[in-house]
């Protein structure tokens, strides 16, 4: 009846030719002629559905393909790079780092709790299905401004939903950003990075090998959910998205948990021939990307895959994106040890196929061929192109903006709270404690200092880990945003202890149909590498996101950088906040007037123009290695990085996590301490204080060494000197010998803290 | 360096229900605090008779659908734990655990939603109430310690009657000192049974057990109740770790 009933409904492939059909899922007529000539005939309705998801820029990367060759992806300690689930990365002792970055940005514009939460849901699979242990989840959101009601809305959901998928299936969120400006205001980014821990010799691939081998699928049953997922996220938000709606998975974390145990517990037994997971395009990509891989076929017998709901046709099971599923391939003779793993953790485990040697991927269905497609042709036959690209006119227009021209502002402690209310600078708080940061009891340095820290348990090691990205930067000059993305990600896991080992990126962009969209997207990536190369990070996986784009036009080019650095000894972890009084406060670098796509910018004189703050990768990598080796040499008793606000907001940052943890007899939080600051500068004062040139960094050390760590760091190259003095609890800063600020840390933190509880609930 | 002399070994089992997450956490506690035996006890055992000291973790078991530990409380291995309880074994829940415990009515009331609606991950400070307990002997009463939250459904209640009987049978373990996180009833943050055996808590002592996680607060859970056994079979005193 069922049958009969999607027979009626299901075009036929003559229809789909005559009528077109095929450009409701996003194929093009040159794709669907190629289609035929590879199948030798036309598709039918199930047959051009798959082809539709694997050709996808999601699933194909066919518009960025030529972007991402520009990276560089190898280096000494990869032993993973792109092209798998998530790449690896060696950190010594047999033990290796696994991380990937993904994001689930078009279904959290529309469902964003189940949006969110199923982009936490999918990272953590691509790094379990490698065989690691997940220890840390990051993030980096951006939204519109908090005044919409709407952004609003987004944004608690985001947050409740990475939460609340996270927070169950045990897994700490130990950092990430949140930014929020006009340009996301339709189009919110929901990216998400999973950071795993394996041993060399457990590392697994997606590789369907060894013909006549069973094909298991694990996890819930498949339903109607996240039907064309992939299409979806290939495409612009428009009104009409609204009815996407049930392109959008729904998660259970409570079965992910449980299938990720069982997973791991498959693995450590050593019996996996192949593992994958079902992300994007399900049951599709992942059985013939595992075929592909090995140079194999697959048969699938859909009767035999676990539904939901009756009446399913294998178009929809194919394109379903249900979660929570895998894919793996045994030996026939480890059929019965698999089962029982997944018995004890009562996760259905099915046999649906087996590998063949015919190179094809083959759907039965009620005793029927319901789709024969040679495997190569879905995963490798996609047509690359190479999008026109043209400088937007406002780049040009940019060139000539003297962004020192601003009125002066000389209530410098009046823009300093501005900026600190700034929901982009206040504390994110209001965010993280929605997070279980903890669980794990690895955690040594959680949100909001300038990398999060996960110890190692059994060694002395620990990851140094974050996400970092700025848009406005990269849309004044997209080349120089995508270098300051991944140098500030480097200073972010220096000032923590930590030595930079690799990134993952999320290439966040407009439709590559535009040619100004696309040469945003070519420059971000050639800034990216360059940077990488300079800075000796490659870049071992990632995912590009592009037609982020609603009604009010493209977002900000966003490249959001995942990073891990290595901590040799948890004696070198190193936070942000002053320790004690009678420290000497030093400021590395050098401050130049640049105010371009700074918060101060956007704050004070409410635009985003002129260029970005120029950076030198050779200063900077100079900056890094005198740093690290500061910190190593046990010199260093705290480091931030001068960012968003620059260094006015640096300092306050430094006095308002600074000072003495826990808290007083009478259970009030302790912390807190002041500074007092001397700087004397040729720049105007308000340029001076909030500028955002790159490669600086506060530190703190004690007083009696600060004249020979300032001469250390000259010595090495590094701009270095001694700007004050940690103690009492205010701010002061005087500039020429002229009050500036002099504020007391308990009121700048209130401000700090408070800026965000105020909007959600004011 | 403790020695495995059987008569001052104390055997710790944690109960893994399917969605616990913080099984580990415990397990380590254990290990790295007072260095005793510890085993995973699946939540389809039917015997805790070789066990001295029961652990339940917190976590989502049964992935919280329904009500947070409503569904673990039928769960096989809950008959073996109320008999241990009624033996007096020591018996601690932590998160999910106290909500196990209290939807089993191994202790008493009940929880709610955080009164922030939200869930809240955070060091809070909290007052020793009583130190009678099994598992806060080496605490002074009245002490403020620094222990994580990590909850959305902290919000303990009851009815009067029952806080009062609380409140007379010195079974409030731990109170919120500085703010209340959660709006908890009388601010508590943890409780006891009559007996002393049984404690429920919402904070999480097993993330406290180290300089590098922020606190050492919650060591002295494991010392006690190591201490306690020791006490109650006539063995020395435990080495404060």
């Known amino acids: ?762 | 360096m403790e020695t495995m002399d059987p008569r001052t070994t104390m055997k710790f089992a944690v109960i893994v229900f399917p969605g616990s997450n913080c099984d580990v956490d415990c397990y380590k506690a254990v290990e790295d605090v007072i260095g005793q035996p510890v085993e995973y006890v699946r939540h389809t055992a039917r015997d805790l008779s070789g066990y001295d000291c029961i652990l339940l973790p917190g976590g989502f078991s049964y992935g919280d659908y329904l009500r947070c530990g409503a569904i673990a409380r039928f769960a096989p291995v809950m008959d073996a734990l109320v008999k241990a309880a009624a033996e007096g074994k020591y018996i601690l829940g932590i998160c999910n655990g106290f909500q196990i415990l209290l939807e089993a009515g191994l202790l008493p009331g009940a929880m709610l939603r955080n009164r922030s609606l939200k869930f809240r991950c955070d060091f809070a400070a909290l007052r020793v109430e009583t130190t009678r307990t099994a598992f806060t002997g080496d605490y002074r009463k009245g002490e403020i310690l620094s222990i994580p939250i990590a909850h959305g459904e902290g919000n303990y209640y009851c009815d009067e009657a029952t806080l009062a009987d609380l409140r007379a049978n010195d079974q409030i373990v731990f109170r919120y000192a500085g703010e209340n996180p959660n709006g908890s009833l009388d601010r508590i943050a943890g409780i006891c049974n009559r007996a002393g055996n049984v404690v429920g808590m919402m904070p999480h002592p097993e993330r406290a057990t180290s300089r590098l996680l922020g606190s050492e607060d919650g060591r002295r859970m494991f010392t006690s109740v190591l201490n306690a056994w020791r006490v109650k079979h006539g063995t020395a005193a435990a080495s404060n770790a």
């Open chain 1, 1 to 762: 009846m069922a049958r009969l009933q999607q027979a009626t409904l299901e075009p036929a492939a003559d229809r789909i030719a005559e009528e077109k059909i095929y450009r409701q899922f996003g194929v093009t007529d040159d794709e669907y002629d190629l289609i035929c000539r590879l199948l030798g005939r036309r598709p039918n309705y199930t047959e051009i559905g798959v082809f539709s998801v694997m050709w996808s820029e999601h699933c194909s990367y066919k518009n960025s393909k030529p972007i991402l060759k520009k990276f560089p992806t190898t280096g000494p300690r990869v032993l993973v790079g792109p092209g798998e689930g998530a790449g690896i990365v060696d950190i010594g002792d047999n033990q290796a780092v696994c991380f990937k970055i993904e994001s689930h940005n078009h279904p959290s514009a529309v469902e964003p709790y189940q949006g969110a939460a199923t982009g936490v849901g999918g990272i953590i699979r691509d790094i379990f299905s490698m065989g690691a242990r997940p220890v840390a989840l990051l993030n980096s959101l951006r939204f519109g401004p908090l005044s919409s009601e709407r952004v609003k809305y987004l944004f608690e959901q985001v947050v409740a939903g990475i939460a609340g998928y996270g927070n169950c299936v045990g897994i700490p969120t130990v950092g990430g950003e949140v930014m929020f400006d006009e340009s996301y205001e339709g189009n919110p980014l929901v990216n998400a990075m999973c950071v795993g821990l394996i041993d060399h010799d457990r590392i697994q691939r997606g590789r369907a090998d060894g013909v006549g081998n069973p094909v298991f699928y694990v996890g819930p049953p498949t339903g109607r959910d996240g039907i064309h997922g992939a299409t979806f996220a290939s495409e612009e938000l428009s009104e009409a998205s609204e009815a996407k709606r049930p392109s959008v998975q729904v998660g259970d974390p409570f079965m992910e948990k449980l299938v990720m145990e069982a997973c791991l517990e498959l693995i450590a037994s050593g019996i996996v021939v192949g593992i994958q997971d079902m992300g994007a395009a399900g049951l599709t990509c992942s059985s013939s990307e595992m075929a592909s891989k090995a140079g194999n076929g697959m048969e699938l017998n859909l009767d035999l895959v676990p539904q939901r709901e009756t009446g399913m046709t294998p178009y929809e099971m194919m394109l379903s994106e249900s979660q929570e599923r895998m894919l793996f391939v045994v030996r026939p003779e480890h059929e019965e040890q698999a089962r029982a793993i997944f018995e004890k953790w009562g996760v259905p485990c099915v046999k649906v196929g087996k590998v063949t040697d015919d190179g094809r991927l083959r759907l039965i269905h009620k005793g029927e061929v319901a789709a024969d497609i040679p495997v190569r042709a879905l995963v490798d036959e996609c047509p690359v192109y190479r999008k026109p690209s043209r400088v937007p006119d406002y780049y040009a227009r940019n060139a000539s903006v003297d962004t020192t021209r601003y009125p002066e502002v000389t209530d410098l402690e009046g823009a300093l709270e501005k900026v600190l209310a700034s929901p982009n600078v206040a504390s994110k708080e209001w965010v993280y404690r929605q997070y279980d940061y903890m669980v794990r009891t690895e955690t040594a340095v959680g949100p909001g200092s300038d990398a999060a820290v996960v110890t190692i348990r059994g060694t002395r090691k620990a990851l140094a880990m974050t996400t970092d990205g700025n848009g406005r930067y990269c849309y004044l000059d997209p080349e120089v945003g995508g270098m300051i993305a991944v140098a500030e990600a480097a200073r972010n896991v220096v000032c923590s202890g930590g030595e930079p080992l690799a990134i993952t990126d999320n290439l966040n962009f407009g439709s590559p149909e535009k040619p100004e969209s696309f040469w945003q997207l070519e420059k971000a990536a050639d800034g990216i590498a360059e940077a990488c190369r300079r800075l000796g990070t490659p870049v071992i996986g990632g995912n590009v996101s592009l037609y982020n784009e609603s009604a009010i036009g493209a977002i900000h080019p966003t490249p959001v950088i995942g990073m891990v650095g290595l901590i040799r000894d948890v004696d070198h972890i190193t936070t942000q906040g002053f320790k004690a009084e009678g420290d000497a406060v030093i400021l590395l670098g050098e401050t130049k007037a640049e105010l371009g796509g700074s918060e101060f910018q956007k704050v004070i004189h409410g635009v985003t123009e002129g260029r970005p703050p120029a950076i030198d990768l050779d200063r900077e990598k100079a900056l890094l290695d005198a740093l690290l080796e500061a910190i190593r040499a046990g010199l260093v008793k705290s480091a931030h990085d001068v960012s968003d606000g620059g260094l006015a907001v640096a300092l306050a940052e430094c006095c308002i996590t600074g000072g003495e943890t826990g808290f007083a007899p009478d259970g009030s939080r302790l912390g807190g301490i002041g500074a007092s600051i001397d700087l004397s500068t040729s720049l105007r004062p308000d340029i001076l204080l909030f500028s955002e040139s790159q490669s600086r960094v506060v530190i703190s050390a004690d007083s009696h060494r600060a004249g020979e760590i300032v001469e250390w760091f000259r010595a090495k190259g590094v701009p270095a000197e001694r700007i004050g003095t940690v103690g009492g609890s205010k701010l002061s800063v005087r500039i020429n010998g002229s009050p500036a600020v002099d504020a007391d840390v308990a009121r700048l933190s209130g401000i700090w803290r408070g800026a965000i509880p105020c909007l959600m609930n004011g």
